[in-house]
């Protein structure tokens, strides 16, 4: 399991890529469509993913990509709080969990990219 975002849903990609990108400095590494933008963080390894096609209801957590994540959750043996069962997305596959506390969780492969 490697981190490999921290996902931020919001209703106003413009309004946040004003922000990250154009205020704080972060990179722009790739888009998904008109919805969904990478920036990196300069000087570090960790990216942030801005997402204006938010699963409904979700919040801001890191993203940790694991081999496959239906074999993952399999090995998990029902021990997690699943919000959001594995669906496709461009590459892969991805899932959301939340800890005791509420915060969310999302694990990602790119087993088809």
């Known amino acids: 399991m490697q981190l490999q975002f921290i996902y931020v849903p919001t209703q106003d ?3 946040a890529l004003a922000l990250y990108r154009d205020r704080l400095g972060f990179d722009e590494l790739w888009r998904e ?3 969904t933008v990478g920036l990196g963080i300069p000087d570090n390894e960790a990216a942030v993913m801005i997402d204006a ?4 209801g979700s919040g801001p957590g890191p993203v940790f990509s694991v081999e496959g994540v239906d074999a993952w959750l399999a090995g998990m043996d029902g ?4 919000v ?3 669906f496709d997305i461009p590459g892969g596959r991805m ?3 939340r800890d005791g506390d509420g915060n969310w969780t999302y694990v990602m ?3 088809t990219a």
């Open 13 to 15: 990609l413009a309004g």
């Open 84 to 86: 959001v069962e594995p």
């Open 33 to 35: 469509g008109e919805q």
């Open 95 to 97: 899932m959301a969990l």
């Open 79 to 82: 021990a997690l709080d699943v």
């Open 109 to 111: 492969d790119q087993s």
């Open 53 to 56: 096609a938010a699963l409904p």
